[in-house]
C-alpha cells in the first residue's frame, strides 16, 4: 500500500480557517477508498493539542527552531494524524498565522520550517516504522519540505514531493538574514531555489523543490502562469508548465447532503428548499419578496469581490431579490457591510465565523454568490450546486470550471447550472443579476438549473483518482 505523508497548516475538524482546511481533512478517507495511506503531518496549536486525547509520541527533537518538540500520533474523528507539538512555536490562543493585533506571527518563519523539518524528518527516519513513499505538502507553509528532505538526505530524498498550492497570494516570505536560523542551505539560496527578489520564500522552495505541482482547478493552473495572477511566481510556473496540473476540489458528500443536513429541514428535490427559505429569512428578519434570496459565506478580503457586491447589489434589490451574508475578515468590509444592510430592509449581515448557519443558508438560498477576484477552486459554489442553490459566479479559476453558465446554448442543451459573469467588475456583475432575476422569474427554467445543478459530480471520487494517478507516475517511474 502507497504511504503518502500529507503535510499542511490546517485540517478539518480540527483547525480551520478557509478550504484547504476540508481538502486537507477529506483527502486521506478518499484516498483510502483507492488503497492510499495518506496520514496528514499538522502543527500541534493550542486548540488542536485540546482535541487530541490519547497520542504516542512517534519522534522527538531537543531542539526544533528554539525549543523541544515531538510529534505524536493520534486518531481525531477517524483521521490518522501526526501532530508537531511544539510549545515554544504553537501553544498561543488565536489564530494559527496571526497574533492579537492582526499581524502575522513575527516567529511564522520559524513556526512552519519547523512543521517542514518535522515532516522532512519523518520522510527520511520514518515515524515509529512507519515511512511514507510520497510527501504532499501544502501552499507556502509546507514549502520548504523539499529543502529539508535536500538536506537531511545528503542531497538524495528517497520520496519525491508533490506540492499543491491552494492560493498563490501568501509567499511565506522573510528577510535573508533568518536563512541561518531556519537551517537552510546557503548554496541554495539563489533564484533556482528559495530566493526571491532577495527574500527568502517558502512559497518558491516548494515550487522550486517539487517533482510535481498541483492546484485546485485546471483554470487556475493556466491563470498561475500568466502575470495577471501569478502574484509574482508566474515566471518560476512556467518554467515548470510541464510539472504543473490541475485537480479540482471535491466536497465531502457526507456533510453537505440535503437529505440527511442535521442543521435544515432535509430536502429532495428543490420543491424541499421552500421551507428552508422561509427559516432563513426569519433567522435573518428579512421579510417575504419576489425575487430571488442570495447568499453568500466568505472569508471578507479583497480576493472575495465584496466591495463588487457591494456596488452591484441594488440591481438585485431593484428587482425584489434579497441579501443574506455570513463572513468575517477585513474591518473596513465588515462597516460597509453593516452599513449596506443598515440602508435596505432586504439586506442583513451576520459577521462571524458560523459552520452551522452556513448549511443553513446554503439549504435556504436560492442562489449562491461567489463574485471573487480569483478563485483557485472555491467549495461554497460547491455546495450551493449540490444542495440546488443556483451559484452566481465570477468567470475565474475553480469557478469557471465548476459552474455552467446559462446561456442560450447551454439552457437548450439542458446543461446549464448557474450564472457566470465576466470581466469581473461591478458592472457585469450587476448585469448578472439581471440575468440571475430573468432566470429566476422563469420558473421552468429555473427547475431545470436547480435540478442540473443536483446532478453534478462535486464528489472527491474523480479528484482522487487524478491524485492517485500523479503519485503512481511518481512511485512508479
Ligand atoms: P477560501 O479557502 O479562499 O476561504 P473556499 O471557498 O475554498 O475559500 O473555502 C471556504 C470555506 O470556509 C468553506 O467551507 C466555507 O463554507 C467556509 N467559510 C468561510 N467563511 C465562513 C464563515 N464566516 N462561516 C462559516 N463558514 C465559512
Ligand atoms: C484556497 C482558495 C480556494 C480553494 C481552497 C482549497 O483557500 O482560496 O479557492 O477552494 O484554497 O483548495
Same mark, same amino acid.
Given at each position: ?97 496571526? +497574533? ?26 520514518? /515515524? ?35 506540492? $499543491? ?42 515550487? $522550486?523543490? /517539487? ?9 487556475? /493552473? ?31 458528500? +457526507? ?75 477585513? /474591518? ?56 440546488? $442553490? ?11 470550471? $465548476? ?75
Amino acid at each position: 500500500m502507497t504511504r503518502v505523508l500529507s503535510v499542511a497548516s490546517e485540517c478539518v475538524p480540527l483547525v480551520k480557517t478557509g478550504g484547504l482546511a476540508d481538502v486537507v481533512g477529506a483527502l486521506p478517507a478518499a484516498m483510502a477508498q483507492l488503497g492510499y495511506e495518506m496520514r496528514a503531518l499538522i502543527p500541534g496549536y493550542r486548540s488542536v493539542m485540546k482535541q487530541v486525547k490519547t497520542s504516542k509520541a512517534v519522534v522527538a527533537f531537543d531542539d526544533l527552531f528554539g525549543g523541544p518538540a515531538r510529534v505524536v500520533a493520534a486518531k481525531v474523528a477517524g483521521l490518522n494524524l501526526l501532530v508537531l507539538d511544539a510549545p515554544h512555536l504553537f501553544d498561543r490562543a488565536g489564530s494559527p498565522y496571526l +497574533d492579537d493585533s492582526g499581524a502575522d506571527w513575527e516567529d511564522n518563519a520559524e513556526r512552519f520550517a519547523a512543521l517542514s523539518y518535522a515532516a522532512a524528518h519523518i520522510a527520511q527516519n520514518g /515515524a515509529d516504522g512507519w515511512q511514507p513513499d510520497i510527501v504532499h505538502g501544502h501552499d507556502w507553509q509546507a514549502g520548504f519540505v523539499p529543502e529539508f528532505m535536500h538536506r537531511l538526505a545528503d542531497g538524495q530524498p528517497t520520496a519525491p514531493f508533490v506540492f $499543491t498550492v491552494h492560493n498563490i497570494a501568501f509567499h511565506g516570505n522573510c528577510a535573508a538574514d533568518r536563512r541561518a536560523a531556519l537551517l537552510l542551505d546557503e548554496g541554495r539560496f539563489n533564484a533556482d531555489h528559495f530566493e526571491f527578489w532577495g527574500q527568502i520564500s517558502a512559497l518558491k522552495a516548494g515550487l $522550486t523543490g /517539487a517533482q510535481r505541482i498541483t492546484t485546485v482547478s485546471q483554470t487556475y /493552473a493556466e491563470e498561475l502562469m500568466t502575470p495577471e495572477f501569478g502574484m509574482g511566481m508566474d515566471g518560476v510556473l512556467r518554467a515548470r508548465r510541464g510539472d504543473l496540473s490541475g485537480i479540482v476540489n471535491g466536497i465531502d458528500l +457526507d456533510v453537505w447532503n440535503s437529505e440527511t443536513d442535521a442543521e435544515i429541514t432535509p430536502y429532495k428535490t428543490p420543491r424541499g428548499k421552500a421551507a428552508n427559505k422561509a427559516a432563513l429569512q426569519a433567522e435573518f428578519g428579512l421579510g417575504q419578496s419576489d425575487g430571488p434570496l442570495c447568499v453568500l459565506v466568505s472569508r471578507l478580503t479583497e480576493q472575495k469581490g465584496i466591495d463588487l457586491l457591494i456596488k452591484a447589489v441594488p440591481t438585485l434589490l431593484g428587482r425584489g431579490g434579497q441579501l443574506a451574508l455570513l463572513g468575517s475578515g477585513a /474591518a473596513q468590509l465588515e462597516v460597509a457591510l453593516h452599513a449596506l444592510a443598515a440602508q435596505n430592509e432586504n439586506v442583513a449581515v451576520k459577521i462571524g465565523y458560523d459552520e452551522a448557519l452556513a448549511h443553513r443558508m446554503i439549504a435556504g438560498g436560492d442562489a449562491i454568490l461567489v463574485p471573487s477576484r480569483f478563485e483557485p477552486c472555491g467549495l461554497t459554489q460547491l455546495y450551493g450546486l449540490r444542495y440546488g $442553490t443556483v451559484p452566481l459566479v465570477a468567470l475565474t479559476g475553480g469557478l469557471a470550471d $465548476t459552474v455552467i453558465n446559462a446561456s442560450p446554448a447551454a439552457l437548450a442543451k439542458n446543461a446549464a447550472t448557474g450564472v457566470q459573469f465576466f470581466p469581473i467588475t461591478a458592472e457585469a456583475l450587476s448585469n448578472a443579476f439581471t440575468r440571475l432575476c430573468d432566470l429566476y422569474h422563469a420558473p421552468r427554467t429555473w427547475g431545470v438549473l436547480q435540478r442540473n445543478a443536483m446532478k453534478q459530480p462535486v464528489g472527491w471520487e474523480t479528484s482522487a483518482k487524478a491524485y492517485g494517478q500523479l503519485y503512481s507516475d511518481l512511485t512508479q517511474g
